[in-house]
Protein backbone atom coordinates (compact mmCIF):
# COMPACT_ATOMS: atom_id res chain seq x y z
CA UNK A 1 0.00 0.00 0.00
CA UNK A 2 1.19 3.12 -0.97
CA UNK A 3 0.56 6.52 0.84
CA UNK A 4 2.38 9.06 -0.87
CA UNK A 5 5.45 8.74 1.45
CA UNK A 6 9.29 6.89 0.69
CA UNK A 7 10.67 4.15 2.35
CA UNK A 8 12.07 6.61 5.04
CA UNK A 9 8.55 8.03 5.69
CA UNK A 10 8.84 11.57 4.14
CA UNK A 11 6.36 12.64 2.28
CA UNK A 12 6.61 11.89 -1.93
CA UNK A 13 7.92 14.99 -4.19
CA UNK A 14 4.37 16.49 -4.98
CA UNK A 15 2.51 14.59 -2.70
CA UNK A 16 0.62 16.24 0.35
CA UNK A 17 0.76 15.16 3.72
CA UNK A 18 -1.99 12.44 4.47
CA UNK A 19 -4.82 13.41 6.49
CA UNK A 20 -6.58 11.45 9.94
CA UNK A 21 -9.41 13.37 9.61
CA UNK A 22 -8.90 15.78 12.22
CA UNK A 23 -8.34 19.17 12.08
CA UNK A 24 -5.62 20.14 14.93
CA UNK A 25 -4.84 23.72 14.30
CA UNK A 26 -1.60 24.68 13.21
CA UNK A 27 1.28 23.23 14.36
CA UNK A 28 2.90 25.00 17.68
CA UNK A 29 6.34 25.97 17.50
CA UNK A 30 8.99 24.31 19.40
CA UNK A 31 9.78 25.05 22.95
CA UNK A 32 12.77 27.40 23.77
CA UNK A 33 14.33 26.06 27.31
CA UNK A 34 16.35 28.74 28.91
CA UNK A 35 19.27 27.56 30.20
CA UNK A 36 19.37 28.05 34.01
CA UNK A 37 21.16 30.69 35.47
CA UNK A 38 24.15 29.68 37.98
CA UNK A 39 25.59 32.20 40.15
CA UNK A 40 28.84 33.86 40.22
CA UNK A 41 30.47 31.47 42.94
CA UNK A 42 29.58 28.56 41.16
CA UNK A 43 30.07 30.07 37.67
CA UNK A 44 33.57 30.63 38.53
CA UNK A 45 34.80 28.31 40.84
CA UNK A 46 38.14 27.53 40.19
CA UNK A 47 38.96 24.29 38.65
CA UNK A 48 42.85 23.96 38.62
CA UNK A 49 45.61 25.49 40.93
CA UNK A 50 46.31 28.17 38.57
CA UNK A 51 42.90 29.90 39.39
CA UNK A 52 43.31 29.63 42.73
CA UNK A 53 44.02 33.17 44.22
CA UNK A 54 45.52 34.04 47.36
CA UNK A 55 46.93 30.68 48.18
CA UNK A 56 50.19 30.72 46.74
CA UNK A 57 52.23 28.82 49.67
CA UNK A 58 49.54 26.21 49.50
CA UNK A 59 49.90 25.29 45.76
CA UNK A 60 53.58 25.63 45.89
CA UNK A 61 54.21 22.86 48.72
CA UNK A 62 51.47 20.62 47.09
CA UNK A 63 53.79 21.43 43.90
CA UNK A 64 56.95 20.38 45.46
CA UNK A 65 55.12 17.37 47.43
CA UNK A 66 53.83 15.95 43.91
CA UNK A 67 57.23 16.66 41.96
CA UNK A 68 58.82 14.17 44.85
CA UNK A 69 56.56 11.55 45.13
CA UNK A 70 55.53 12.92 48.65
CA UNK A 71 51.62 12.47 48.36
CA UNK A 72 50.37 12.51 51.90
CA UNK A 73 47.38 10.02 52.71
CA UNK A 74 45.61 12.43 54.21
CA UNK A 75 44.95 16.51 54.09
CA UNK A 76 43.09 18.86 56.34
CA UNK A 77 42.44 22.37 54.79
CA UNK A 78 40.84 24.74 57.34
CA UNK A 79 39.86 28.55 56.92
CA UNK A 80 37.08 30.70 57.40
CA UNK A 81 33.94 30.59 55.07
CA UNK A 82 34.32 31.34 51.06
CA UNK A 83 38.16 30.95 50.78
CA UNK A 84 38.20 27.40 48.53
CA UNK A 85 38.58 24.75 51.31
CA UNK A 86 36.32 22.62 49.16
CA UNK A 87 37.46 23.84 45.80
CA UNK A 88 40.80 22.63 46.87
CA UNK A 89 39.93 19.35 48.01
CA UNK A 90 38.23 18.87 44.53
CA UNK A 91 40.97 20.02 42.50
CA UNK A 92 43.41 17.83 44.45
CA UNK A 93 41.47 14.69 43.46
CA UNK A 94 41.03 15.91 40.18
CA UNK A 95 45.26 15.85 40.56
CA UNK A 96 45.44 12.60 42.34
CA UNK A 97 43.89 10.67 39.31
CA UNK A 98 44.99 12.63 36.19
CA UNK A 99 44.46 11.20 32.86
CA UNK A 100 44.98 12.21 29.24
CA UNK A 101 43.79 9.67 26.60
CA UNK A 102 45.80 8.87 23.69
CA UNK A 103 45.90 10.79 20.73
CA UNK A 104 47.67 12.19 17.86
CA UNK A 105 49.98 9.84 18.18
CA UNK A 106 51.23 10.92 21.73
CA UNK A 107 50.86 8.14 24.19
CA UNK A 108 48.60 8.74 26.84
CA UNK A 109 49.14 10.52 30.16
CA UNK A 110 48.66 9.41 33.80
CA UNK A 111 50.41 10.08 36.61
CA UNK A 112 49.38 12.88 39.48
CA UNK A 113 50.57 16.21 38.31
CA UNK A 114 49.27 19.87 39.95
CA UNK A 115 49.54 20.94 36.19
CA UNK A 116 46.77 20.28 34.35
CA UNK A 117 46.24 22.63 31.31
CA UNK A 118 42.96 20.42 29.98
CA UNK A 119 40.31 18.61 30.89
CA UNK A 120 41.25 14.47 32.10
CA UNK A 121 39.51 11.50 31.31
CA UNK A 122 37.67 12.04 34.85
CA UNK A 123 38.72 15.69 35.61
CA UNK A 124 35.08 17.07 34.46
CA UNK A 125 33.09 14.22 36.06
CA UNK A 126 35.07 15.15 39.63
CA UNK A 127 34.58 18.66 38.92
CA UNK A 128 30.85 18.05 38.72
CA UNK A 129 30.62 16.09 41.76
CA UNK A 130 29.45 13.14 40.22
CA UNK A 131 32.42 10.65 39.87
CA UNK A 132 32.24 7.49 41.61
CA UNK A 133 35.35 7.12 42.82
CA UNK A 134 35.37 10.45 44.62
CA UNK A 135 33.04 10.29 47.33
CA UNK A 136 32.44 13.59 49.25
CA UNK A 137 30.29 13.32 52.11
CA UNK A 138 28.87 16.45 54.73
CA UNK A 139 29.57 15.77 58.01
CA UNK A 140 26.99 18.79 59.19
CA UNK A 141 24.48 15.82 58.60
CA UNK A 142 26.33 12.30 58.52
CA UNK A 143 27.47 12.79 62.13
CA UNK A 144 27.53 9.16 63.19
CA UNK A 145 29.88 6.04 63.68
CA UNK A 146 27.33 4.61 60.85
CA UNK A 147 28.35 7.24 58.22
CA UNK A 148 31.72 6.45 59.08
CA UNK A 149 31.55 2.67 58.58
CA UNK A 150 30.55 2.90 55.24
CA UNK A 151 33.58 5.07 54.82
CA UNK A 152 35.65 2.39 56.06
CA UNK A 153 33.94 -0.31 54.01
CA UNK A 154 34.29 1.09 50.94
CA UNK A 155 38.03 2.06 51.36
CA UNK A 156 38.85 -1.38 51.08
CA UNK A 157 37.52 -2.02 47.84
CA UNK A 158 39.84 -0.83 44.65
CA UNK A 159 38.72 2.18 42.64
CA UNK A 160 36.30 1.68 39.78
CA UNK A 161 37.47 3.83 37.21
CA UNK A 162 40.01 6.29 38.42
CA UNK A 163 43.71 5.64 39.86
CA UNK A 164 42.47 6.97 43.25
CA UNK A 165 39.80 6.65 45.60
CA UNK A 166 38.85 9.80 47.08
CA UNK A 167 37.02 10.40 50.67
CA UNK A 168 36.33 14.14 50.71
CA UNK A 169 34.79 15.03 54.12
CA UNK A 170 33.54 18.79 54.52
CA UNK A 171 32.81 20.64 58.18
CA UNK A 172 34.26 17.40 59.85
CA UNK A 173 34.30 18.73 62.95
CA UNK A 174 30.82 18.44 62.75
CA UNK A 175 31.44 14.44 63.01
CA UNK A 176 30.56 12.82 66.43
CA UNK A 177 33.53 11.29 68.57
CA UNK A 178 32.48 7.91 68.08
CA UNK A 179 32.43 8.76 64.43
CA UNK A 180 36.20 10.34 64.93
CA UNK A 181 37.03 7.05 66.89
CA UNK A 182 36.14 4.46 64.27
CA UNK A 183 38.15 6.34 61.29
CA UNK A 184 41.46 6.84 63.64
CA UNK A 185 42.90 3.58 62.30
CA UNK A 186 42.10 3.24 58.83
CA UNK A 187 43.32 7.38 58.46
CA UNK A 188 46.63 6.09 59.88
CA UNK A 189 46.73 3.17 57.84
CA UNK A 190 44.95 3.24 54.95
CA UNK A 191 45.22 0.89 51.76
CA UNK A 192 47.70 2.76 48.93
CA UNK A 193 44.65 3.15 46.81
CA UNK A 194 43.05 5.81 49.19
CA UNK A 195 43.32 9.36 50.29
CA UNK A 196 41.32 11.28 52.50
CA UNK A 197 40.56 15.30 52.34
CA UNK A 198 38.78 16.88 55.14
CA UNK A 199 37.45 20.46 55.45
CA UNK A 200 36.91 22.57 58.46
CA UNK A 201 36.16 26.24 59.45
CA UNK A 202 36.70 25.18 63.10
CA UNK A 203 40.00 23.23 63.59
CA UNK A 204 39.87 23.90 67.33
CA UNK A 205 37.65 21.09 67.39
CA UNK A 206 39.23 18.70 65.26
CA UNK A 207 40.44 16.17 67.86
CA UNK A 208 44.26 16.27 68.08
CA UNK A 209 44.90 11.85 67.23
CA UNK A 210 42.88 13.11 64.03
CA UNK A 211 45.56 16.21 63.39
CA UNK A 212 48.53 14.27 63.73
CA UNK A 213 47.38 12.23 61.05
CA UNK A 214 47.11 14.68 58.45
CA UNK A 215 49.19 17.09 56.51
CA UNK A 216 47.34 20.50 57.62
CA UNK A 217 47.12 23.61 55.21
CA UNK A 218 45.63 27.00 56.44
CA UNK A 219 44.14 28.74 53.88
CA UNK A 220 44.24 32.51 53.72
CA UNK A 221 42.02 35.12 53.62
CA UNK A 222 42.26 37.01 50.31
CA UNK A 223 44.09 40.37 50.38
CA UNK A 224 41.99 43.42 49.41
CA UNK A 225 43.90 44.14 46.40
CA UNK A 226 44.31 40.73 45.07
CA UNK A 227 40.54 39.93 45.64
CA UNK A 228 39.52 43.48 43.82
CA UNK A 229 41.62 42.53 40.92
CA UNK A 230 39.80 39.30 41.13
CA UNK A 231 36.06 40.79 40.70
CA UNK A 232 37.36 43.48 38.25
CA UNK A 233 37.91 40.38 35.62
CA UNK A 234 34.92 38.82 36.31
CA UNK A 235 33.04 41.96 35.52
CA UNK A 236 35.12 42.17 32.70
CA UNK A 237 33.60 38.72 31.88
CA UNK A 238 30.24 39.30 32.27
CA UNK A 239 30.44 43.19 30.37
CA UNK A 240 29.56 44.46 33.64
CA UNK A 241 30.82 48.15 34.28
CA UNK A 242 31.84 49.00 37.84
CA UNK A 243 33.44 51.74 39.52
CA UNK A 244 36.68 51.19 41.61
CA UNK A 245 35.27 52.10 44.73
CA UNK A 246 32.30 49.90 44.34
CA UNK A 247 34.66 47.03 44.00
CA UNK A 248 37.09 48.14 46.92
CA UNK A 249 33.43 48.27 49.27
CA UNK A 250 32.53 45.08 48.08
CA UNK A 251 36.11 43.29 49.00
CA UNK A 252 36.11 45.24 52.70
CA UNK A 253 32.47 44.13 53.05
CA UNK A 254 33.33 40.58 52.26
CA UNK A 255 36.28 39.91 54.19
CA UNK A 256 38.60 38.00 52.32
CA UNK A 257 35.78 35.57 51.76
CA UNK A 258 36.04 35.38 47.50
CA UNK A 259 32.40 33.41 48.23
CA UNK A 260 30.96 36.14 50.41
CA UNK A 261 32.50 38.75 47.38
CA UNK A 262 30.71 36.98 44.70
CA UNK A 263 27.64 36.71 46.31
CA UNK A 264 27.63 40.58 46.63
CA UNK A 265 28.69 41.31 43.56
CA UNK A 266 25.68 39.23 42.16
CA UNK A 267 23.61 41.19 44.61
CA UNK A 268 25.07 44.49 43.13
CA UNK A 269 24.25 43.78 39.77
CA UNK A 270 20.70 42.89 40.62
CA UNK A 271 20.61 46.03 42.14
CA UNK A 272 22.01 48.06 39.72
CA UNK A 273 19.15 46.44 36.98
CA UNK A 274 19.23 48.08 34.33
CA UNK A 275 21.72 50.93 35.55
CA UNK A 276 24.51 51.27 32.85
CA UNK A 277 27.63 51.62 35.36
CA UNK A 278 27.37 50.71 39.47
CA UNK A 279 28.65 53.03 41.56
CA UNK A 280 29.68 53.11 45.47
CA UNK A 281 26.29 54.74 46.11
CA UNK A 282 24.27 51.72 44.90
CA UNK A 283 26.51 49.44 46.61
CA UNK A 284 26.84 51.13 49.87
CA UNK A 285 22.77 51.40 50.24
CA UNK A 286 22.68 47.75 49.17
CA UNK A 287 25.04 46.68 51.99
CA UNK A 288 23.62 49.12 54.21
CA UNK A 289 26.82 50.55 55.05
CA UNK A 290 27.80 54.20 56.22
CA UNK A 291 29.81 56.33 53.65
CA UNK A 292 33.36 56.31 54.40
CA UNK A 293 33.63 59.98 54.08
CA UNK A 294 31.32 60.48 56.65
CA UNK A 295 32.49 57.73 59.00
CA UNK A 296 35.28 60.17 59.32
CA UNK A 297 33.39 63.20 59.83
CA UNK A 298 31.54 61.30 62.75
CA UNK A 299 35.39 60.68 63.96
CA UNK A 300 36.33 63.73 64.02
CA UNK A 301 33.63 64.86 66.06
CA UNK A 302 33.83 62.57 68.36
CA UNK A 303 36.99 63.10 68.92
CA UNK A 304 36.54 66.81 69.43
CA UNK A 305 33.89 66.05 72.42
CA UNK A 306 31.50 67.51 69.58
CA UNK A 307 28.64 65.04 70.44
CA UNK A 308 25.34 66.91 69.15
CA UNK A 309 27.41 66.59 65.71
CA UNK A 310 28.18 63.37 66.28
CA UNK A 311 24.47 62.10 67.26
CA UNK A 312 23.21 64.10 64.01
CA UNK A 313 25.48 62.41 61.67
CA UNK A 314 24.92 59.06 63.18
CA UNK A 315 21.01 59.72 63.14
CA UNK A 316 21.42 60.69 59.49
CA UNK A 317 22.72 57.57 58.36
CA UNK A 318 20.71 56.13 59.55
CA UNK A 319 17.57 57.32 58.20
CA UNK A 320 19.57 56.77 54.85
CA UNK A 321 19.48 52.91 55.41
CA UNK A 322 22.77 52.03 57.30
CA UNK A 323 22.99 49.80 59.94
CA UNK A 324 24.22 51.42 63.44
CA UNK A 325 26.11 47.84 63.81
CA UNK A 326 27.61 48.46 60.44
CA UNK A 327 28.83 52.32 61.09
CA UNK A 328 30.10 51.14 64.71
CA UNK A 329 32.13 48.45 62.69
CA UNK A 330 33.16 51.05 60.51
CA UNK A 331 34.20 53.39 63.26
CA UNK A 332 36.33 51.18 64.77
CA UNK A 333 38.04 50.37 61.61
CA UNK A 334 39.29 53.43 61.15
CA UNK A 335 40.48 53.48 64.78
CA UNK A 336 42.62 50.66 64.32
CA UNK A 337 43.66 52.36 60.57
CA UNK A 338 44.72 55.64 62.48
CA UNK A 339 46.41 53.77 64.76
CA UNK A 340 48.63 51.48 62.51
CA UNK A 341 49.42 55.02 60.74
CA UNK A 342 50.41 56.50 63.74
CA UNK A 343 52.67 53.40 65.17
CA UNK A 344 53.60 52.44 60.98
CA UNK A 345 53.25 56.14 59.30
CA UNK A 346 55.47 53.98 55.98
CA UNK A 347 53.13 51.16 56.47
CA UNK A 348 51.93 49.79 52.87
CA UNK A 349 48.46 50.46 52.54
CA UNK A 350 45.82 47.67 50.44
CA UNK A 351 43.75 49.15 47.35
CA UNK A 352 40.56 49.37 49.46
CA UNK A 353 41.64 52.49 51.84
CA UNK A 354 40.42 55.85 49.69
CA UNK A 355 42.22 58.51 49.28
CA UNK A 356 40.69 60.68 51.67
CA UNK A 357 41.35 58.22 54.27
CA UNK A 358 45.16 57.88 53.85
CA UNK A 359 45.39 61.71 54.02
CA UNK A 360 43.06 62.58 56.82
CA UNK A 361 43.78 59.33 58.53
CA UNK A 362 47.88 60.71 58.65
CA UNK A 363 46.78 63.89 60.23
CA UNK A 364 44.35 62.06 62.71
CA UNK A 365 47.28 60.17 63.17
CA UNK A 366 49.74 63.14 64.02
CA UNK A 367 47.33 64.84 66.34
CA UNK A 368 46.04 62.08 68.54
CA UNK A 369 47.85 60.04 71.49
CA UNK A 370 48.16 56.17 71.90
CA UNK A 371 45.84 56.28 74.51
CA UNK A 372 43.28 58.42 73.02
CA UNK A 373 43.18 55.13 70.47
CA UNK A 374 43.38 52.43 72.46
CA UNK A 375 41.04 54.06 74.72
CA UNK A 376 38.40 54.52 71.89
CA UNK A 377 39.31 51.00 70.59
CA UNK A 378 37.66 49.94 74.02
CA UNK A 379 35.06 51.96 74.54
CA UNK A 380 34.16 50.26 70.51
CA UNK A 381 34.60 47.02 71.05
CA UNK A 382 32.32 46.55 74.13
CA UNK A 383 29.75 48.79 72.99
CA UNK A 384 29.53 46.56 69.75
CA UNK A 385 29.09 43.14 72.58
CA UNK A 386 25.90 45.64 73.94
CA UNK A 387 24.30 46.39 70.62
CA UNK A 388 23.74 42.44 69.97
CA UNK A 389 22.14 42.30 73.11
CA UNK A 390 19.51 45.55 72.37
CA UNK A 391 16.78 45.49 71.14
CA UNK A 392 16.72 49.34 70.34
CA UNK A 393 20.46 49.53 67.80
CA UNK A 394 20.11 53.15 66.80
CA UNK A 395 20.04 54.21 71.22
CA UNK A 396 22.64 51.81 72.12
CA UNK A 397 24.97 53.39 68.92
CA UNK A 398 24.59 56.85 70.23
CA UNK A 399 25.60 56.01 74.24
CA UNK A 400 28.42 54.28 73.26
CA UNK A 401 29.14 57.50 70.93
CA UNK A 402 28.36 59.53 73.96
CA UNK A 403 30.85 57.39 76.35
CA UNK A 404 33.53 58.13 73.82
CA UNK A 405 32.97 61.51 73.62
CA UNK A 406 32.82 62.02 77.45
CA UNK A 407 35.78 59.92 78.22
CA UNK A 408 37.61 63.06 76.79
CA UNK A 409 38.20 64.83 79.89
CA UNK A 410 39.55 61.68 81.54
CA UNK A 411 43.28 62.41 83.21
CA UNK A 412 46.20 60.36 82.78
CA UNK A 413 48.16 58.82 86.16
CA UNK A 414 50.41 61.91 85.13
CA UNK A 415 47.48 64.04 85.37
CA UNK A 416 46.18 62.37 88.71
CA UNK A 417 49.34 62.78 90.19
CA UNK A 418 50.20 66.52 89.44
CA UNK A 419 47.13 67.41 90.81
CA UNK A 420 47.15 65.70 93.90
CA UNK A 421 50.53 67.54 94.45
CA UNK A 422 48.89 70.70 93.96
CA UNK A 423 46.31 69.99 95.93
CA UNK A 424 44.05 71.08 93.31
CA UNK A 425 40.20 69.10 92.94
CA UNK A 426 39.98 66.49 90.36
CA UNK A 427 37.59 67.54 87.18
CA UNK A 428 34.17 66.02 88.15
CA UNK A 429 32.93 62.68 86.27
CA UNK A 430 30.06 64.21 84.87
CA UNK A 431 31.36 67.34 83.30
CA UNK A 432 30.45 67.83 80.01
CA UNK A 433 32.36 67.21 76.68
CA UNK A 434 33.11 70.30 74.68
CA UNK A 435 30.16 71.67 72.28
CA UNK A 436 32.30 72.24 69.20
CA UNK A 437 36.26 71.87 68.30
CA UNK A 438 37.37 73.49 71.71
CA UNK A 439 37.01 70.07 73.42
CA UNK A 440 40.42 68.00 74.31
CA UNK A 441 39.36 65.00 72.71
CA UNK A 442 41.73 65.42 69.79
CA UNK A 443 40.18 66.04 66.75
CA UNK A 444 41.55 67.49 62.48
CA UNK A 445 41.99 70.40 65.49
CA UNK A 446 43.39 68.87 68.29
CA UNK A 447 46.93 69.52 70.31
CA UNK A 448 48.94 66.05 71.31
CA UNK A 449 47.88 66.72 74.77
CA UNK A 450 44.90 64.87 74.39
CA UNK A 451 44.52 62.31 77.83
CA UNK A 452 43.24 59.12 77.63
CA UNK A 453 40.88 57.26 79.87
CA UNK A 454 41.91 56.19 83.32
CA UNK A 455 39.88 55.64 86.49
CA UNK A 456 41.91 55.53 89.51
CA UNK A 457 41.05 53.60 92.20
CA UNK A 458 40.34 55.06 96.01
CA UNK A 459 43.70 54.73 97.88
CA UNK A 460 42.81 52.83 101.66
CA UNK A 461 41.85 55.04 104.51
CA UNK A 462 45.17 53.72 106.44
CA UNK A 463 47.36 55.09 103.46
CA UNK A 464 48.05 59.03 103.14
CA UNK A 465 48.45 59.95 99.65
CA UNK A 466 51.98 60.60 98.33
CA UNK A 467 53.25 64.49 98.23
CA UNK A 468 55.02 65.74 95.29
CA UNK A 469 57.91 68.01 94.85
CA UNK A 470 58.79 69.75 92.25
CA UNK A 471 62.59 70.36 91.77
CA UNK A 472 64.57 71.94 88.69
CA UNK A 473 64.01 68.72 86.72
CA UNK A 474 61.92 68.22 84.54
CA UNK A 475 59.95 65.35 85.72
CA UNK A 476 58.37 65.91 89.02
CA UNK A 477 59.72 63.86 92.16
CA UNK A 478 57.18 61.94 93.96
CA UNK A 479 58.11 62.15 98.06
CA UNK A 480 57.41 59.53 99.81
CA UNK A 481 56.87 58.85 103.87
CA UNK A 482 56.15 55.38 104.21
CA UNK A 483 55.63 51.93 102.94
CA UNK A 484 52.13 52.39 102.91
CA UNK A 485 52.23 55.12 100.40
CA UNK A 486 54.77 53.00 98.20
CA UNK A 487 51.40 50.70 98.58
CA UNK A 488 48.98 53.81 97.03
CA UNK A 489 51.57 54.53 94.60
CA UNK A 490 51.12 50.82 93.25
CA UNK A 491 47.56 50.92 93.39
CA UNK A 492 47.49 54.74 91.25
CA UNK A 493 49.82 53.57 88.68
CA UNK A 494 47.78 50.34 88.56
CA UNK A 495 50.13 47.86 88.52
CA UNK A 496 47.75 45.49 90.62
CA UNK A 497 50.14 42.84 90.86
CA UNK A 498 53.14 44.48 92.48
CA UNK A 499 50.60 46.14 95.05
CA UNK A 500 48.87 42.75 95.77
CA UNK A 501 52.52 41.22 96.50
CA UNK A 502 53.83 44.42 98.64
CA UNK A 503 50.20 43.91 100.85
CA UNK A 504 50.86 40.04 100.71
CA UNK A 505 54.32 38.76 100.62
CA UNK A 506 56.77 41.70 102.50
CA UNK A 507 57.83 41.62 106.17
CA UNK A 508 59.15 45.31 106.45
CA UNK A 509 62.34 45.81 108.36
CA UNK A 510 63.26 49.00 107.95
CA UNK A 511 62.18 52.08 105.64
CA UNK A 512 63.45 55.81 105.37
CA UNK A 513 63.28 57.21 102.09
CA UNK A 514 64.90 56.14 99.28
CA UNK A 515 65.93 52.80 101.22
CA UNK A 516 63.56 49.61 102.34
CA UNK A 517 64.84 46.46 103.91
CA UNK A 518 61.87 43.40 104.34
CA UNK A 519 61.68 39.59 104.69
CA UNK A 520 59.51 37.93 102.24
CA UNK A 521 56.70 35.52 102.35
CA UNK A 522 57.91 32.13 101.85
CA UNK A 523 56.77 31.30 98.26
CA UNK A 524 57.25 34.79 96.91
CA UNK A 525 58.31 36.02 93.73
CA UNK A 526 62.47 36.76 94.28
CA UNK A 527 62.64 39.19 91.56
CA UNK A 528 60.29 41.43 93.58
CA UNK A 529 62.99 43.56 95.42
CA UNK A 530 64.17 44.28 91.52
CA UNK A 531 60.85 45.04 90.41
CA UNK A 532 59.91 47.26 93.18
CA UNK A 533 63.15 49.19 92.71
CA UNK A 534 62.82 49.62 88.98
CA UNK A 535 58.83 50.47 89.25
CA UNK A 536 60.12 53.19 92.36
CA UNK A 537 62.60 54.94 90.26
CA UNK A 538 60.27 55.16 87.60
CA UNK A 539 56.96 56.73 89.64
CA UNK A 540 59.45 58.98 92.21
CA UNK A 541 62.26 59.95 89.83
CA UNK A 542 64.91 58.98 92.24
CA UNK A 543 66.99 55.44 92.83
CA UNK A 544 66.00 53.65 95.98
CA UNK A 545 68.04 50.86 97.40
CA UNK A 546 65.80 47.72 97.87
CA UNK A 547 67.43 44.79 100.00
CA UNK A 548 65.82 41.30 101.15
CA UNK A 549 67.01 40.67 105.00
CA UNK A 550 66.68 37.83 107.04
CA UNK A 551 65.61 39.07 110.11
CA UNK A 552 61.65 38.07 110.34
CA UNK A 553 60.28 42.38 110.28
CA UNK A 554 56.55 43.21 111.07
CA UNK A 555 53.37 41.51 110.22
CA UNK A 556 52.38 42.15 106.38
CA UNK A 557 49.91 44.68 105.51
CA UNK A 558 47.32 41.93 105.25
CA UNK A 559 48.05 40.30 108.05
CA UNK A 560 47.85 43.53 110.01
CA UNK A 561 44.07 44.25 108.48
CA UNK A 562 43.16 40.99 108.98
CA UNK A 563 44.09 41.62 112.82
CA UNK A 564 42.38 44.86 112.68
CA UNK A 565 39.18 43.09 111.63
CA UNK A 566 39.57 40.18 114.11
CA UNK A 567 39.57 42.87 116.60
CA UNK A 568 36.86 44.69 115.44
CA UNK A 569 34.53 41.28 115.13
CA UNK A 570 35.76 40.34 119.14
CA UNK A 571 34.10 43.76 120.06
CA UNK A 572 31.03 42.81 118.19
CA UNK A 573 30.95 39.30 119.47
CA UNK A 574 30.66 40.72 123.17
CA UNK A 575 27.93 43.02 122.56
CA UNK A 576 24.86 41.63 124.69
CA UNK A 577 22.30 41.76 121.63
CA UNK A 578 24.82 40.17 119.23
CA UNK A 579 25.42 37.18 122.08
CA UNK A 580 22.01 36.26 122.20
CA UNK A 581 21.71 36.43 118.47
CA UNK A 582 24.22 34.29 118.36
CA UNK A 583 22.45 31.99 121.15
CA UNK A 584 19.34 32.14 119.22
CA UNK A 585 20.90 30.77 116.07
CA UNK A 586 23.42 28.27 116.43
CA UNK A 587 26.08 28.25 114.04
CA UNK A 588 25.62 31.78 112.31
CA UNK A 589 28.96 33.49 112.18
CA UNK A 590 29.47 37.40 112.25
CA UNK A 591 30.87 37.45 108.63
CA UNK A 592 32.12 41.55 108.24
CA UNK A 593 31.16 44.50 110.07
CA UNK A 594 30.06 47.29 108.08
CA UNK A 595 28.77 49.85 111.05
CA UNK A 596 30.96 52.98 110.88
CA UNK A 597 33.41 53.72 113.47
CA UNK A 598 30.81 55.39 116.56
CA UNK A 599 33.04 57.59 118.70
CA UNK A 600 32.39 56.99 122.11
CA UNK A 601 29.85 58.77 123.86
CA UNK A 602 32.08 61.56 126.78
CA UNK A 603 31.90 60.37 130.13
CA UNK A 604 30.41 62.09 132.95
CA UNK A 605 32.60 62.41 136.19
CA UNK A 606 32.75 59.76 138.40
CA UNK A 607 30.89 60.78 141.86
CA UNK A 608 32.51 60.55 144.92
CA UNK A 609 30.85 58.21 147.65
CA UNK A 610 30.72 59.52 151.49
CA UNK A 611 29.86 57.33 154.28
CA UNK A 612 27.91 58.56 157.13
CA UNK A 613 27.23 55.40 159.17
CA UNK A 614 24.11 53.94 158.63
CA UNK A 615 23.61 54.78 155.18
CA UNK A 616 25.31 56.06 152.27
CA UNK A 617 24.81 58.73 150.36
CA UNK A 618 26.02 60.40 147.31
CA UNK A 619 28.08 63.64 146.99
CA UNK A 620 28.02 65.46 143.58
CA UNK A 621 30.75 67.28 142.23
CA UNK A 622 27.86 69.82 140.79
CA UNK A 623 26.72 72.70 142.85
CA UNK A 624 23.15 72.42 145.00
CA UNK A 625 20.20 75.26 144.67
CA UNK A 626 20.82 76.37 147.93
CA UNK A 627 25.02 77.33 146.52
CA UNK A 628 23.80 78.82 143.96
Known amino acids: ?113 VHMPELGV ?70 EHVRFLFATTEIEKVPVTVRSRCQRFDLRRIEADVLIKHLSGICEKEAVEIDDDALALIARASEGSVRDSLSMLDQAIAHGGT ?5 AAGVRAMLGTGDRARIIDLFESVMKGDIKSALESLREQYDMGADPALILADFAEFVHFVTRLKLIPDSKLDTSVTQEERVRGA ?3 KSLTMPVLTRAWQILVKGMQDMKDSPRPLAAADMVLVRLAYAADM ?50 A ?12 TAPRVQVKSFEEIVTLAQVNRDIQLRIALERDVHLVRFE ?4 EFSLEQGASPQLAQTLMR ?53 AEIVAVRAPEVEPLPTLPEPTIESTGDEIGYVDQFPTDEEL
Not at 160 to 177: G, Q, W, Y
Open 363 to 365: AFA
Open 513 to 516: EGSI
Open 462 to 473: SAAVPQMRTETS
Open 275 to 279: QIRID
Open 411 to 460: PTPEDVLRRLSSASPAPSSGSRPAGGSSGNGGGASATTSARPMLSVAPAP
Open 1 to 113: MNDGRLQDGSPAAGGEEPSLGLDLGAPSPPKVIQAAYRVLARKYRPSSFEDLIGQEAMVRTLENAFKLGRIHQAYILTGVRGVGKTTTARILARAFNYELPAKDGNPSVSAPT
Open 122 to 191: HCQAIIDSRHVDVIEMDAASNTGIDDVREIIESSRYRPIMARTKVFIIDEVHMLSKAAFNGLLKTLEEPP
Open 535 to 587: RLQEWTGIRWMVAVSNEPGDKTLREQADARAEEKLTGVRAEPLVRSVMERFPG
